[in-house]
């Protein structure tokens, strides 16, 4: 069984930066596609970045230059540097992973919350 923890979520102020952790515990954490997603209030889940298992990643197109994913294989961990932070990008931000581009575990969730 599959579970994720996320981590490093807080309130910063516009143009700052975050990085969150989502740590993973079961087994062959390294043949998972990993991902991250978030939900602002009133509105749907959007992908913001994903890694591969074998380390290609995507990022949405409203973070693109400004987040980077990546993944430590030997401490099981995936990470989400966040930087230029805006108020926009308020919203619970959950980790994902499944064995395809499909989530099929989902963290708790963190939020992350930007000031004007």
């Known amino acids: 069984q599959v579970q994720l923890v996320e981590s490093g979520g807080g309130l910063v102020q516009s143009g700052g930066s975050l990085r969150l952790s989502c740590a993973f515990s079961?087994?062959?954490?390294?043949?998972?596609?990993m991902g991250w997603y978030r939900q602002a209030p009133g509105e749907q889940r959007e992908l913001v970045a994903r890694i591969r298992s074998g380390g290609s990643t995507t990022c949405g197109d409203s973070v693109k230059g400004r987040f980077t994913v990546s993944r430590d294989n030997a401490k099981t961990t995936v990470y989400l540097q966040m930087n230029s932070l805006k108020p926009e990008d308020t919203a619970i931000y959950y980790c994902s992973a499944g064995l395809s581009l499909t989530p099929v575990y989902w963290g708790q969730g963190t939020q992350v919350t930007v000031s004007s």
């Open positions: 079961g087994s062959r954490f390294s043949i998972y596609a």
